[in-house]
Structures are given as structure tokens and as C-alpha cells.
């Protein structure tokens, strides 16, 4: 990392009696930039590194887990696992929170931080998260990109089948197990033209284990993504700057749902990335941040 101002780990009452658990990386005098991470992520997952790299290029970056995530409030309403493959299947059920209850968790946060408006970036159910702040609360967001995610339509970014056993596979609750199962899948859907070494898999999910594990959150998180709306028509009214990033070798969200996503949102980017999956190797950080930073600049973008 460089010399980028990195804030302590903090805490924010949000709407609901939520509290979320967030973190700052460079000047508040800068273009904030709110990260939001995928189904089941803590923000550790946004690389210390990548942040810095973003506050580097202008950006004032906040992290934060998630509810049912890391250090952020844990939820309640049980999910049972019939509940989730027939969600899988059909795209109903009965949901404990929506999508749009943790966009405004997002919203939340920056009332918060004293921010009148962002730009945001999302990963996987990030994405679609930061898609539904952007159609809820457009005075709020100022550019948008979204990664490796999808519309919610059940046409397009579709999940490989093979891969919904493990999804809902009971959490190990022993960390050497726990740590074991989560490398083997982050090799299972990470990107073949950028293979993750076994060192830094295993660091991260000893970190993620040592930061607190919700396996009925990852369940709830689950729920949501797959009752989510199909935001296709909706997303065609926003007509603020617009960037998509997605791979074409993700296994968790067909390459679909981010062509979707791009056809969807009148003038946005699309940047395709051969030989990526479900991951952010840093060897395509430098595009990925270019992506977001030449996107923020785009007219329209305006605070």
C-alpha cells in the first residue's frame, strides 16, 4: 500500500436497527466512491490494496460488510434449504429482507458519513445492489459500475447448476475445515487465466473465518438474490455514466447477465475480461480501477 489515509474500522447505525461495520481509505475531500460487496463477502474482500489503489486515482473509498456479514448486525428469519432450491427454480419465496432493504442499508451509510452523493461500485449481489440504489435513490449516486453481476433476469446471468450443492452445503464451523472448503471453491469459480495462489486463498478465508461467521446470513443473502425483481426495464430510465465488468469464464454469474446489464443502461461501457471468473485477480486491477475512474469522470457524473 501507499501513503493513502486508512481509517480505523467504524460502525454506522443505518435504517432498521442495522449497524453496519465500515472502513475509509484516503481523503474526504475526494470523489467518494462506495464499494459493495457480493453474497456472503465481508469487505476484506475489496483488497486493502485495490482500495488504496482507487483512493490513489482520486477516490474517497468506503468499504462496508454488509448485514449478516463480518461485523455488521446479524439478522433474523430462518431460511430453510427446500426454501432456497425452489426459489432456484421458480424465483419466489418468502425473503426475511430484499435487495432493496440493503441498498438502503448503503444509503444509510452515507446519510452517515454526511454524503449527499457517490459513486458505486458492486460486486456479484453488490452489483444488483448498486443497481437498486441507483433506480431508488437516483439523486444519491453519481456513476455506476457493476461487476460480475446481472438484471435479475432469470434468463440470463444464470449460475452453473453443479455449483448449487455447495452453495447449500452446511458452514464449517471449524476454522481448518471451514478454511479448506472455502479455498477449494474460490479455485472451483476464480478465474483460469489468472490462477489464485493456495497462499492467498488460504489468507483471506482464515481472515473471513476470524472476522465472524453467519452461515444463516449467507442463507438470507441467498433468498434475496434469487426473489430479486428483473430490474431490465427499469435500469433503461438511468441516465447517469454506466460502466459493466464482467468475465467470460464466470461459472456464479453467466457472462449474460453483464451483457444484460449493459444493454439495459442507455450509454453504459461494457468491459469484457478473457480468462476472468468470479473474482478480481489484481492482475486486472489497474483496468478494473481505470474502469471505475474513467466512468466518474464521464459527464453526467456531477455531485
Same mark, same amino acid.
Given at each position: 500500500?501507499?501513503?493513502?489515509?486508512?481509517?480505523?474500522?467504524?460502525?454506522?447505525?443505518?435504517?432498521?436497527?442495522?449497524?453496519?461495520?465500515?472502513?475509509?481509505?484516503?481523503?474526504?475531500?475526494?470523489?467518494?466512491?462506495?464499494?459493495?460487496?457480493?453474497?456472503?463477502?465481508?469487505?476484506?474482500?475489496?483488497?486493502?490494496?485495490?482500495?488504496?489503489?482507487?483512493?490513489?486515482?482520486?477516490?474517497?473509498?468506503?468499504?462496508?460488510?454488509?448485514?449478516?456479514?463480518?461485523?455488521?448486525?446479524?439478522?433474523?428469519?430462518?431460511?430453510?434449504?427446500?426454501?432456497?432450491?425452489?426459489?432456484?427454480?421458480?424465483? +419466489?419465496?418468502? %425473503?426475511?429482507?430484499? /435487495?432493496?432493504?440493503? &441498498?438502503?442499508?448503503?444509503? #444509510? !451509510?452515507? @446519510?452517515?458519513?454526511?454524503?449527499?452523493?457517490?459513486?458505486?461500485?458492486?460486486?456479484?449481489m453488490g452489483g444488483m445492489i448498486v443497481q437498486t440504489m441507483a433506480l431508488e435513490h437516483p439523486a444519491r449516486v453519481r456513476?455506476?459500475?457493476?461487476?460480475?453481476?446481472?438484471?435479475?433476469?432469470?434468463s440470463v446471468g444464470w449460475q452453473d447448476p453443479k455449483l448449487l450443492p455447495r452453495l447449500l452445503a452446511g458452514r464449517q464451523?471449524?476454522?481448518?475445515?471451514?478454511?479448506?472448503?472455502?479455498?477449494?471453491?474460490?479455485?472451483?469459480?476464480?478465474?483460469?487465466?489468472?490462477?489464485?495462489?493456495?497462499?492467498?486463498?488460504?489468507?483471506?478465508?482464515?481472515?473471513?473465518?476470524?472476522?465472524?461467521?453467519?452461515?444463516?446470513?449467507?442463507?438470507?443473502?441467498?433468498?434475496?438474490?434469487?426473489?430479486?425483481?428483473? +430490474?431490465?426495464? %427499469?435500469?433503461?430510465? /438511468?441516465?447517469?455514466? &454506466?460502466?459493466?465488468?464482467? #468475465? !467470460?469464464? @464466470?461459472?456464479?454469474?453467466?457472462?449474460?447477465?453483464?451483457?444484460?446489464?449493459?444493454?439495459?443502461?442507455?450509454?453504459?461501457?461494457?468491459?469484457?475480461?478473457?480468462?476472468?471468473?468470479?473474482?478480481?485477480?489484481?492482475?486486472?486491477?489497474?483496468?478494473?480501477?481505470?474502469?471505475?475512474?474513467?466512468?466518474?469522470?464521464?459527464?453526467?457524473?456531477?455531485?
Amino acid at each position: 500500500m501507499t501513503n493513502t489515509p486508512v481509517s480505523k474500522e467504524l460502525f454506522a447505525p443505518v435504517s432498521g436497527g442495522v449497524e453496519l461495520c465500515y472502513q475509509t481509505f484516503g481523503a474526504p475531500s475526494a470523489d467518494p466512491l462506495l464499494l459493495v460487496m457480493g453474497l456472503g463477502g465481508p469487505m476484506i474482500w475489496w483488497d486493502e490494496a485495490f482500495c488504496a489503489m482507487l483512493a490513489d486515482k482520486g477516490f474517497y473509498v468506503v468499504r462496508y460488510d454488509n448485514r449478516d456479514t463480518g461485523k455488521s448486525s446479524r439478522q433474523h428469519g430462518r431460511v430453510r434449504r427446500p426454501d432456497l432450491v425452489r426459489a432456484f427454480l421458480t424465483g +419466489r419465496g418468502n %425473503a426475511p429482507y430484499s /435487495l432493496s432493504d440493503m &441498498a438502503d442499508d448503503g444509503i #444509510g !451509510l452515507l @446519510d452517515h458519513l454526511g454524503i449527499d452523493s457517490a459513486h458505486l461500485a458492486g460486486i456479484s449481489m453488490g452489483g444488483m445492489i448498486v443497481q437498486t440504489m441507483a433506480l431508488e435513490h437516483p439523486a444519491r449516486v453519481r456513476s455506476l459500475t457493476s461487476i460480475m453481476s446481472t438484471t435479475g433476469k432469470r434468463s440470463v446471468g444464470w449460475q452453473d447448476p453443479k455449483l448449487l450443492p455447495r452453495l447449500l452445503a452446511g458452514r464449517q464451523d471449524e476454522r481448518d475445515a471451514y478454511v479448506k472448503t472455502a479455498v477449494a471453491f474460490a479455485r472451483l469459480i476464480g478465474s483460469p487465466g489468472y490462477p489464485e495462489p493456495t497462499e492467498r486463498a488460504t489468507k483471506r478465508s482464515e481472515d473471513t473465518f476470524d472476522r465472524g461467521l453467519n452461515g444463516a446470513g449467507v442463507l438470507r443473502h441467498m433468498m434475496a438474490v434469487l426473489t430479486q425483481p428483473n +430490474r431490465s426495464a %427499469a435500469l433503461r430510465a /438511468l441516465t447517469i455514466p &454506466a460502466q459493466v465488468i464482467h #468475465g !467470460l469464464s @464466470d461459472r456464479m454469474v453467466h457472462v449474460s447477465g453483464g451483457r444484460a446489464t449493459s444493454a439495459a443502461i442507455p450509454g453504459s461501457e461494457l468491459l469484457l475480461v478473457d480468462g476472468m471468473g468470479h473474482d478480481l485477480p489484481p492482475e486486472i486491477w489497474e483496468s478494473v480501477t481505470d474502469a471505475i475512474r474513467r466512468t466518474a469522470d464521464r459527464p453526467g457524473a456531477t455531485a
